[in-house]
């Protein structure tokens, strides 16, 4: 048996027990709380892992990546240790942080900043964040604002500078290093190379495929 975390909570709904999980249960260790949730088929009710019930039957055990998933499966949380909780379930929590920063990326956002918002400790909202969404909350700011300048580029005569302003990034020497680390050209080529391809294709919203394997790179490198 590894001791080793499983990583990639992915989003499908039920997720296998290891036995890491299953000595997690058996163990009621709190560490695992918020990783994933185990519902007890007999009982028909879910718990966290650090819950101080009765041990369930293995062969009874299903396991959710969430509580809404849980709900959805028709369990009903558990009294003792109330796995709906006070807290949002994480994929909730970390929703709210992307809805923020996807409205607000014009502005200054920093990391305590978004804690405050989202009631929680930086700590915290870092760590959930990267295990909901496989990145840091940082880089999805930077990714957010890097995406709305290329449709800026492509669909407004505005400048280079002008263009890092309005999504957040007002050090125009910052805007460019950050673009050319994301999309791998810099701004004013992916612009040239846009007007290039919509005066041959004129459907084409823009060309922004070849950015997926930098992002993919990129996750490996920054953690
Ligand atoms: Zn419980």
Redesign the pocket.
Known sequence: MSKRRESGTSSSKEQELTEEKWQAILGNDPSYDGHFFYAVKSTG?F??PS?K?KAPKRENVRIFASATQALQEQFRP????K?TGERLPDEEWVAVMTAYIDRNYSEPISLEFLAEMCHGSPYHLHRTFKKVMAITPTEYLRRTRIARARQYLVQTDQSIAEIGAMVGLPNTSYFITLFKRITGGTPAGYRQRNKVQQAMNPDMEGANDETEQEYRLLDNCET
């Open positions: 009710i718990c966290r819950c019930s558990c009294k003792r240790c796995p």
